[in-house]
């Protein structure tokens, strides 16, 4: 197919999806059928809400806090550092 052929072909094409009908009830119908594929099916419990909730809560509270520094100096028996190790350094 020539270059030519593709771009009339293209300029000719008429969109048959539901979601470019122009009645809205058409769209809004094909949207909710997608939404119902996406989404489980399974109802979620008051314990599973909650779960999420604590988790989001406790990720916010760790975001806020101040990095944590931490120094280990580890040193040999003639007084010299044998080790040292930080963390939390950016």
């Given amino acids: 197919m020539s270059e030519r052929n ?3 072909e293209l300029a000719n094409f008429i969109g048959r999806s539901p979601l470019a009908s122009p009645d809205m ?5 094909a949207l909710s059928g997608m939404t119902e594929r996406i989404m489980p099916k399974q109802r979620r419990s008051v314990g599973d809400l909650m779960n999420v909730v604590l988790t989001l809560s406790a990720r916010t509270r760790r975001m806020v806090q101040e990095p944590v520094k931490i120094d280990i100096d580890v040193f040999a028996p003639g007084g010299k550092r044998a080790l040292s190790m930080k963390f939390g350094e950016r």
Avoid: D, Q, Y
């Fill in 6 to 8: 593709a771009l009339i």
């Fill in 25 to 29: 009830s058409a769209r809004n119908k």
